[in-house]
């Protein structure tokens, strides 16, 4: 089921939309990395692309996460 959130990212507040099963994982990559969700969507915000919106970013995150693209830093 996709379900609606919200962050507040550098001041601001906004929604983005992501399947549980994202969410689940992005809580597990956070919880891994010893972060706050907040600073997790936070620094994917930061380095996606501009023409990508937030959600479509944090399904690649965790993609690339998941093949081992992206180590715990």
């Known amino acids: 089921m996709i379900r ?3 962050a507040t990212l ?4 906004t ?23 907040a600073a997790l969507i936070a620094e994917i915000d930061d380095t996606r692309e501009a023409e990508s919106n937030l959600s479509s970013a944090l399904r690649v995150y965790v993609l690339h996460w998941l093949k ?3 180590s715990a830093t």
Not at 15 to 36: G, K, T, V, Y
Request: charged share 25%.
């Open 15 to 37: 929604s983005f939309s992501l399947e549980d099963a994202f969410w689940q994982e992005l809580r597990s990559i956070a919880a891994s990395r010893n972060i706050s969700m």
């Open 68 to 70: 081992g693209e992206i």
């Open 4 to 6: 609606k959130h919200s």
């Open 10 to 13: 550098h001041g601001h507040r």
